[in-house]
């Protein structure tokens, strides 16, 4: 059973940064395709960046050279670097392994494993 837990989340000012984790279970995160999603309360969901399973990253334009997503197959986990935070990046973060088969990775429907999702709220 795949199981996906984010953590790292937290209350911010601008300009700082976080690192988010995305621990997995009962899946090789480097046989797989992840990405990075983020909500707001009514709102869709988001994609900010994606980890291909050969690794090929690729980020939303709202994010690029600001994060930074990454792997570590050692610790069978996924990471979002975030820098220079603002406001407009506050929301519910989930990390999501990919489907076979799936559409565009900026699209919610392309995932069908999620986690719980992680907080960050960043202030002015």
């Known amino acids: 059973q795949v199981q996906l837990v984010e953590s790292g989340g937290g209350s911010v000012q601008a300009g700082w940064s976080l690192r988010l984790s995305c621990a997995a279970s009962g899946v090789r995160i480097t046989s797989n395709s992840m990405a990075w999603f983020r909500q707001v309360p009514g709102k869709e969901r988001e994609g900010v960046a994606y980890?291909?399973?050969?690794?090929?990253?690729l980020y939303a334009d709202s994010v690029k050279g600001r994060f930074t997503v990454s792997r570590d197959s050692d610790r069978n986990t996924l990471y979002l670097q975030m820098k220079s935070l603002k406001p407009e990046d506050t929301a519910m973060y989930y990390c999501?392994?990919?489907?076979?088969?799936?559409?565009?990775?900026?699209?919610?429907?392309?995932?069908?494993?999620w986690g719980q999702g992680t907080q960050d709220t960043v202030s002015s």
């Open positions: 999501a392994l990919r489907r076979p088969f799936g559409a565009l990775w900026t699209l919610a429907t392309s995932y069908n494993n």
């Open positions: 980890f291909k399973d050969r690794g090929t990253t």
